[in-house]
């Protein structure tokens, strides 16, 4: 499907063929979603201090950020609400899946404006970043990795945290900033505290 083609796009009431609507997760009776991406926000009376005022059903315009994510300011009693989109779609369809705090929402298509139900999946972090791995989507890690691994190459003598000796960058471990000598004593002596147990 083409961006411009995204349902998202369309702001007209009527429902789109095959489109469902439910109550936008925690936005009950205020705010609805549905499987196509779309969020409607109901009508109802509002506060605005000292009066109300009655505002109209309407599907609400969302803007694409600069990283091709989807964006959608909520207001309730006043107060504005800044969600995740992919992530009150996924949980409104399926309230009763609780999402933990190594999970999250993956695109399956990893077009990120593409928040259609059947484009959400529950996924760990990890296999997230590993699909976005495979398909190079993450060309900034590949960039950092580069940098620092140049700046490894070019460091001739390093500081152990340990014993604060200066040695040559061959007596310590890749990526690390303790010697071998005093990983070899901080091994040992682990190995003889688990050993008296």
């Not at 009527?14 to 991406?37: K, Q, R, T």
């Not at 109300?52 to 309730?76: A, H, N, W, Y």
């Not at 009693?77 to 933990?100: A, H, Q, T, W």
Request: overall charge positive; hydrophobic content about 30%.
């Amino acid at each position: 499907m083409k961006e411009k083609e995204m349902p998202w796009h369309n702001l007209l009431l009527d429902d789109l063929p095959g489109e469902i609507w439910v109550d936008a997760f925690g936005f009950d009776g205020v705010y609805e979603v549905s499987n196509m991406g779309r969020i409607k926000s109901l009508a109802r009376w509002v506060s605005n201090g000292t009066s109300e005022r009655f505002v109209k059903e309407r599907i609400r315009k969302q803007s694409l950020s600069k990283d091709g994510r989807l964006t959608c300011p909520f207001r309730i009693d006043n107060k504005m609400y800044s969600m995740n989109i992919p992530e009150l779609i996924y949980k409104s369809f399926y309230n009763d899946v609780s999402i933990g705090k190594n999970e999250c929402i993956m695109h399956k298509n990893k077009l990120a404006s593409d928040n259609r139900l059947s484009n959400l999946r529950l996924v760990s972090i990890s296999e997230s970043h590993k699909l976005n791995y495979k398909k190079g989507l993450l060309p900034h890690l590949n960039v950092n990795n580069e940098k620092k691994h140049k700046e490894h190459l070019a460091i001739k003598n390093k500081k152990c945290k340990v014993c604060g000796l200066i040695k040559k960058k061959s007596d310590f471990e890749h990526n690390r900033c303790i010697c071998l000598s005093c990983r070899k004593k901080y091994n040992h002596e682990k190995y003889l505290k688990n050993k008296n147990r």
